[in-house]
């Protein structure tokens, strides 16, 4: 069993070992999952803002309007056929 202190300002470190096996290098990221009463650390090694700029942004702004016109007209059509 491995073990570490909090501090006032709560944080702590995580053991050499722990990060070893996780694989954790300085900048990582954690994630504390509450399951079954427990708390599990996991590392997490890409986020959302490392997808960033992943997806082409479209060449022009969709218009509002016309896309809801569109959506309305789909679930009319899927309301008459049922």
Known sequence: ML???LTSKG??????EIRD??????????VFIRKDGEVVIQGVKET????RGSVKARQHAEDFNS????????????????
Not at 11 to 16: D, G, L, V
């Open 3 to 5: 073990g570490s202190k």
């Open 11 to 16: 944080q702590m470190t995580i053991p050499k």
């Open 21 to 30: 096996y996780l694989d954790l290098q300085p900048g990582d990221r954690v």
């Open 48 to 51: 959302l803002l490392d997808l």
């Open 67 to 82: 896309v809801r016109q569109h959506v309305k007209r789909r679930v009319a059509q899927k309301a008459a056929r049922e």
